[in-house]
């Protein structure tokens, strides 16, 4: 008898609406987190369980699919990976312009204070591109352990195109196999409104709301730029590639993938998320297998703004004046270097002190510019990675949708 109810309602639960269910996860974290901080931190067990699954089957998911799919791709097939990198590249350069244009619209100033910082900055662009270089040529099993998606696309496209040659039977195996783990993928996201119950209760528990109204004009010009890439900038692109109404395909992509990266805090961990979604709306496999993962190594609008808004509010509170030609090189680095924020530890945060040379700001003053981007890191990097991997799955959709109709 027990059993019974325990399996209608586990079929009921699966078979629900993952948005609502996400959605009453947030309004339950939020309430336990305020409420009941014992409880709610507690309750970070589920969130760290749901996050660690997702990280875990991201690489092989990655590995298996793009492999499977390039090894069973016919030469009559068509891919679409050409204009997605270059809405990939473009979206990020104009979100880096966005946020030179909301830095100068809304000045925001710093208070800073020494602060000691563990972790090294790339010393220069040349390092950044260095390591991004360099994680192509990885270990393949370093690769998967530690979620380098360049290598991990680079060895899977490379086996792909060996496997090419295989027989049909060995390449049958291998889509079997792609099935599989994406039937694996689907069950780890029906765990989400509880992983995000966890992740959201815990976070308030933690910092509650004080913590950030100190940083509130800062927040306000960061979270507003990206709003704007995400609602204006993006939505012109997509326009500009299909000529209909953007709207409906940008707010599925920002509640069905951006929902769920804003609480993860993880591109790589969205990238299941972001595949199931291209998969829903019926893309071309053969690209978005290879261009999910790759967006969520390249594609970084959200990196580019936070990189351009702190540097920026640096260059402020030293009174350094900027002309239009250095704001537009220090775009160009933002963009170049968001590019490469994923093979660097720290991701975008780490990277400010690299544009902050630009107008010769010491390492050290740069350093305590990072640490404020730490203190609202709750917020800044939950909106920067939901728009970095919302964006993924939108720009791939654009894409193919247009290719399609063309």
């Known amino acids: 008898m027990i059993f019974d109810v325990f399996s209608t309602l586990a079929k009921r639960f699966f078979s629900g609406n993952l948005v609502l269910q996400i959605a009453v996860g947030i309004v339950c974290g939020v309430l336990v987190g305020q409420f009941a901080p014992d409880l709610a931190l507690s309750s970070q067990l589920l969130g760290d369980f749901f996050v660690k699954a997702l990280k875990a089957i991201a690489p092989i998911l990655v590995f298996i699919l793009v492999m499977a799919a390039i090894a069973n791709h016919k030469q009559s097939q068509h891919t679409h990976i050409r204009p997605v990198l270059f809405l990939y590249v473009l979206g990020t350069f104009v979100a880096s312009l966005t946020a030179v244009a909301f830095s100068f619209l809304f000045p925001t100033q710093l208070v800073l204070s020494a602060s000691d910082m563990s972790r090294a900055a790339p010393q220069g662009l040349g390092e950044v591109l260095q390591t991004l270089v360099f994680n192509v040529v990885d270990n393949p099993i370093n690769a998967l352990l530690q979620g380098n998606y360049v290598g991990i696309l680079a060895w899977a496209i490379g086996l792909g195109f060996g496997l090419r040659h295989a027989s049909e039977s060995s390449k049958q195996f291998l889509q079997e196999l792609a099935d599989s ?226």
């Open 181 to 406: 783990v994406t039937k694996l993928v689907n069950v780890i996201i029906r765990l989400a409104p509880f992983g995000i119950f966890g992740l959201v209760a815990n976070t308030i528990a933690e910092t509650g709301f004080d913590a950030l109204l100190g940083y509130s004009h800062l927040l306000t010009v960061l979270i507003g730029a990206m709003l704007f890439i995400a609602l204006v900038t993006n939505p012109l692109l997509v326009f500009w590639k299909l000529r209909r109404n953007p709207y409906p395909l940008v707010f599925k992509c920002l509640k069905e993938s951006g929902l769920t990266a804003f609480f993860t805090r993880s591109s790589a961990a969205n990238i299941p998320v972001n595949m199931s979604l291209c998969k829903r709306l019926d893309l071309d496999e053969d690209t978005y297998s290879v261009s999910i993962p790759l967006g969520a190594t390249i594609n970084m609008a959200g990196a580019a703004i936070t990189i351009t808004v702190l540097t920026l509010a640096a260059v402020n509170t030293l009174a350094i004046p900027v002309d239009f030609g250095t704001a537009f090189l220090l775009s160009i680095i933002a963009a170049v270097s968001a590019c490469g924020a994923s093979g660097v530890a720290g991701g975008s945060l780490l990277l400010i002190p690299l544009a902050c040379s630009l107008f010769n700001i010491s390492n050290e003053v740069a350093m305590q510019v990072v640490s404020v981007g730490f203190v609202i890191g709750v917020l800044q990097d939950s909106a920067e990675t939901a728009l970095n991997s919302s964006t993924d799955a939108l720009f791939t959709a654009a894409a193919c949708l247009s290719e399609d109709k063309a």
